[in-house]
C-alpha cells in the first residue's frame, strides 16, 4: 500500500517527497480537453495537480446531485492517475475560486435564517448531507486506495472570513467519518490573522496563499508552526483575473513571478495558482464586493501559464525551465490535436424579441408583491417583473428597493432607465401619459460575490419591491429567465429594434476547431452555441471575444443562439481564429 504522510517534510512511501502542482479546474474546461492540459502540465514538470469542488456544480438544485459531463470529478481523476501525477482535492462546501457565490448552491438562500460557512445547524445539515453523496464518488481514489489523491484541504481561505474552529473541525469530522483518509491541510494568506484566524494544526497542515514576498512569508509560517513542518504555498497567484470594467487584461512580469517560484521551490512545495484558467461558461461567474460590485468576466484566463484555450505562455517555459534545474523534464507527444478555425462572418438567421416570445419561455407567476429570484427556485440568469400603473402624470418617487444586480425599466415595452449595482435605489421621477400603464422590469443575476462579508447577501432580483409615489405597488406577473430552454423560443414573432432580443445563426462546417466569437458592435448578453451555454459578454470590456472550443461544434449544422439585453444588434457574427481579452 502507498502512503502519503506529513511530519517534518512530506514522505512517499517512506521517502522526501517535494509537491510540485498547478491547478487546473476540471469545471472551467470541456471534458475533451482535461487530457491535454493534464499532459502539459506533465510536461511542466508537475508532479501534482489540484482542484477545487464545486458545491454548486454537483448538486444545482436541493436533493439533485450531478457527477456526468463537465461534473464527471472521477473521470479527471481517472486521467490523472493515468499520467502518473498526484492529487489535491479541495473539496467544497466553500471554494472561493472567482466562482458563482464561492461554490456554494443558491439554494441556501432560500432560508433566511442560514448562516453559511459557520457552526450552525441548518447550513451543516445541508453540508452533512452534500459529504455523504460527494466522497463516495473520490474516496477510492485516495492514496492508501491506490489512488492519486494524497491531499484534501478543508474549508478555503476561512481565515479571511470568520474564526469559528468549532466549524472547521465539525467539517473534518464530517470528512472523516464520510471516508477521507489522507491528511488534511488548510490555506490562509499569512497576514492579518488570517493563518491563525484559519487553522486547525491539531488536524490539518496549515500552509499560505501569496503571490509574492515567499522568502518572508515562509519565515512567518515556520514561526506559526513551531515545530519543523513542511512549508507550503497551496496557491501561489501567478496571475490575476479580470472583471467587467477593467481597463484591461491583468497579465504579470514573468520574470518577478520565476523568481518566486523559484524561492518557493528552495524551502518547500508548491501549488501553482492558476496552472490553467479556463473559462466561466455559462452564468457561473464570480464577483466581487468592496463598495462597488465587479463581476468577473466569462474568461479565467488569469495569465495562467496556460491560456484560456490552452496554449503555452512564456511563462510556462520560464517555469519549466526553473523545475528542470532540480528535476528531470518528462518528455511525450500530446494526445489530442487541437486547431485554430477561422470560419468567418456568420449573417443572422431569425430574431425575435423578448417580449414577444416571453409567454413561451416562461409560465407567470401572478404575486401580490414580488420576490428575489430564488423564491422562484431560481438560480441563475434574468428574471423579469411587470405590473400595470394605473397613476397617471408625474411620478415624482419611482424607486426599486433591494434589487440586485442590474435593472433595466421598461413603460409600455420601451426602455425607461437602467440602474446598475449601487444605483439602484436611486429615485428617477418620470412622466407616465394615459392610465393603465405597464411596467416592465428585466433583472440580470450578474454573479454571486464570492468572497468576504457580502456573501451573506447574495439573493438576486428585487428583494423588497417597487416604490410608485411613496407606496409599494402590488399585483405582478414574474417571469423567471434561467435561459435553459431555448428551444421555447418563438422564432415567428416580431423583432422590435431597441428591445432586449434573441438572435439565431445557423451555419454549416466541415471541420471542427476552436474559434473566438467576435461581438464588436453588440452590447450586452450571453452566447450559446448547440445549446451550450458559452457565457457573458459585455461592451464595457475588457474580454471582446468569447472562446468557442472545438468540441461544442459538429460537422455539418451549427446554432448560435444570442440573448441581448440593451437593444445593440448586429446582423452579422464573426468567427475568427485569435483571442481579445482587452
Known amino acids: 500500500m502507498t502512503t502519503f504522510e506529513i511530519k517534518d517534510r512530506f514522505y512517499l512511501d517512506g521517502q522526501p517527497f517535494q509537491i510540485i502542482s498547478g491547478t487546473i479546474h476540471y469545471f472551467r474546461v470541456i471534458p475533451e480537453y482535461w487530457r491535454d492540459r493534464l499532459e502539459k502540465l506533465k510536461l511542466l514538470g508537475c508532479n501534482t495537480v489540484e482542484t477545487y469542488v464545486p458545491w454548486n456544480i454537483h448538486e444545482p438544485e436541493e436533493n439533485h446531485f450531478s457527477f456526468s459531463g463537465i461534473a464527471d470529478l472521477r473521470q479527471f481523476l481517472r486521467i490523472a492517475q493515468e499520467l502518473e501525477l498526484y492529487v489535491i482535492l479541495r473539496p467544497s462546501p466553500y471554494i472561493c475560486a472567482e466562482w458563482e457565490f464561492g461554490g456554494l448552491p443558491y439554494w441556501l438562500l432560500k432560508d433566511p435564517l442560514m448562516k453559511i460557512r459557520m457552526n450552525e445547524a441548518r447550513y451543516m445539515a445541508k453540508v452533512a448531507k452534500y459529504f455523504a453523496r460527494l466522497f463516495p464518488e473520490v474516496v477510492d481514489f485516495q492514496i492508501d486506495y491506490g489512488g492519486p489523491i494524497i491531499l484534501m484541504q478543508v474549508e478555503n481561505e476561512y481565515g479571511g472570513y470568520a474564526n469559528d474552529q468549532s466549524y472547521l473541525e465539525n467539517l473534518v469530522e464530517l470528512m472523516r467519518s464520510n471516508g477521507v483518509t489522507v491528511p488534511l491541510i488548510t490555506s490562509d494568506g499569512p497576514w492579518r490573522g488570517m493563518l491563525a484566524n484559519g487553522s486547525i494544526p491539531q488536524y490539518a497542515l496549515p500552509t499560505i496563499n501569496c503571490g509574492s514576498d515567499v522568502k518572508n512569508h515562509f519565515r512567518y509560517l515556520r514561526d506559526f508552526h513551531g515545530k519543523v513542518q513542511p512549508l507550503m504555498v497551496t496557491e501561489f497567484w501567478i496571475g490575476w483575473f479580470d472583471a467587467w470594467n477593467d481597463e484591461k487584461h491583468h497579465v504579470t512580469d514573468v520574470k518577478a513571478a520565476s523568481k518566486e517560484l523559484a524561492d518557493i521551490l528552495s524551502e518547500g512545495s508548491v501549488n501553482i495558482y492558476v496552472f490553467h484558467g479556463g473559462t466561466n461558461f455559462g452564468f457561473m461567474n464570480g464577483a466581487n464586493d468592496y463598495g462597488k460590485l465587479a463581476p468577473d468576466v466569462t474568461s479565467y484566463d488569469y495569465d495562467a501559464l496556460l491560456t484560456e484555450w490552452g496554449d503555452t505562455t512564456p511563462k510556462y517555459h520560464a517555469f519549466q525551465e526553473i523545475i528542470g534545474q532540480i528535476y528531470p523534464l518528462p518528455k511525450f507527444e500530446l494526445s489530442t490535436k487541437i486547431m485554430k478555425k477561422y470560419y468567418g462572418q456568420v449573417p443572422v438567421t431569425r430574431r425575435v424579441s423578448l417580449f414577444e416570445t416571453l409567454d413561451q419561455l416562461s409560465t407567470s407567476i401572478s404575486t401580490i408583491y414580488p420576490q428575489s429570484m430564488e423564491m422562484y427556485n431560481q438560480g ?89 409615489n411613496g407606496s409599494f405597488q402590488t399585483n405582478w406577473q414574474v417571469y423567471c429567465l434561467p435561459l435553459n430552454n431555448l428551444e421555447d423560443i ?91 481579452l482587452g
Open 380 to 468: 441563475y440568469g434574468y428574471i423579469y417583473y411587470q405590473s400595470q400603473l394605473m397613476h397617471e402624470g408625474e411620478i415624482e418617487d419611482f424607486r426599486l428597493i433591494q434589487c440586485k444586480d442590474r435593472a433595466q425599466v421598461f413603460i409600455n415595452q420601451k426602455h425607461l432607465v437602467t440602474q446598475y449595482d449601487r444605483e439602484i435605489g436611486e429615485n428617477y421621477p418620470f412622466k407616465l401619459e394615459g392610465t393603465n400603464q405597464q411596467l416592465g422590469i428585466l433583472v440580470e443575476n450578474m454573479g454571486r460575490v464570492n468572497y468576504s462579508v457580502q456573501m451573506n447577501h447574495q439573493q438576486k432580483g428585487i428583494i423588497d419591491g417597487v416604490i410608485i
Open 490 to 580: 418563438d422564432f415567428t414573432q416580431q423583432y422590435i429594434p431597441g428591445q432586449p432580443s434573441f438572435s439565431s445563426f445557423i451555419f454549416d462546417i466541415e471541420e471542427c476547431g476552436d474559434t473566438f466569437v467576435d461581438l464588436t458592435g453588440w452590447g450586452k448578453g450571453v452566447v450559446f452555441i448547440n445549446g451550450f451555454h458559452l457565457g457573458r459578454f459585455w461592451e464595457v470590456g475588457p474580454q471582446k471575444r468569447l472562446y468557442l472550443p472545438g468540441p461544442l461544434l459538429r460537422k455539418g449544422h451549427n446554432e448560435i443562439i444570442i440573448f441581448e439585453t440593451e437593444g445593440m444588434v448586429r446582423d452579422n457574427i464573426t468567427l475568427t481564429d485569435q483571442p481579445d
